[in-house]
């Protein structure tokens, strides 16, 4: 079965930081995609970047990037300088292979905040 | 833009009487998801709809049901609502449902049962 683990539930990082949060995964498929979603404390799930499985290349999106080392099974989010409104819980999450009940399956989280 | 709509924000309902929480989309998806999250926890699935397919997870309490009455909207009916139902309700959209494919998520309706 497939499973996600973040192992930070809470990260406290200073303004114009860089910050590093680790996610790895565990599946025996060969295709899967591999997603970050922010949530503030609004409550929306907020799509941030993705990773495909036969990406060679890491995903970037702005100031996100996904490192993602396949042969560990991780896909680390990284955030480069820091903001005030990256204050929020991070999830990374999983979808599986197509089928009548494909579903993402989320890690537990980690809520960043960020310091002045 | 095309988003994921869901309305109310915010719902107040007594216990044991029906709710009704919709959702609706502009992005033309075939696929869309309810989730239920609580506090400090992850989103977890009730069902998903694959067009008019209805796929309802096996740990989803028959008391909670859903509508698809088109492409664009859908429905999560909460019968008889208990305190422990109490939680972030979040609808979400994707193209297909393949390990590809992003899911796009409304801004939740937080429900709270008295």
């Known amino acids: 079965a497939q499973k996600i683990t973040q192992t930070q539930p809470g990260m406290f990082v200073q303004e114009k930081e860089a910050v590093t949060l680790d996610c790895t995964y565990d599946?025996?498929?060969?295709?899967?995609?591999l997603f970050w979603y922010k949530q503030p404390s609004s409550g929306e799930m907020i799509f941030l970047i993705y990773?495909?499985?036969?990406?060679?290349q890491n995903a970037t999106e702005g100031r996100y990037s996904l490192n993602f080392q396949k042969a560990r099974k991780s896909a680390n989010l990284v955030i480069s300088a820091s903001q005030l409104g990256d204050s929020a819980m991070y999830f990374c999450?999983?979808?599986?292979?197509?089928?009548?009940?494909?579903?993402?399956?989320f890690g537990s989280g980690t809520r960043l905040s960020i310091r002045p | 833009d095309a988003m994921v709509i869901q309305n109310p924000r915010y719902q107040v309902t007594q216990f044991g009487k029906p709710v009704t929480l919709s959702c609706s989309q502009t992005?033309?998806?075939?696929?869309m998801y309810w989730y239920q999250q609580k506090s400090s926890q992850a989103p977890k699935l009730l069902f998903h709809?694959?067009?008019?397919?209805?796929?309802n997870e096996a740990d989803t309490p028959d008391n909670f049901q859903s509508r698809r009455p088109n492409t664009s909207f859908c429905f999560l009916d909460i019968r008889s609502p208990g305190l422990g139902d109490a939680a972030m309700y979040l609808c979400?959209?994707?193209?297909?449902?393949?390990?590809?494919?992003?899911?796009?998520f409304g801004p939740g309706t937080r429900l709270l049962v008295l």
């Open positions: 992005l033309n998806h075939n696929v």
């Open positions: 979400a959209t994707s193209r297909e449902p393949t390990p590809q494919e992003t899911q796009y």
């Open positions: 990773q495909g499985s036969y990406d060679e």
């Open positions: 599946t025996s498929d060969q295709s899967y995609g």
């Open positions: 999450a999983m979808r599986e292979p197509y089928s009548s009940a494909s579903k993402i399956i």
């Open positions: 709809y694959y067009d008019k397919d209805f796929n």
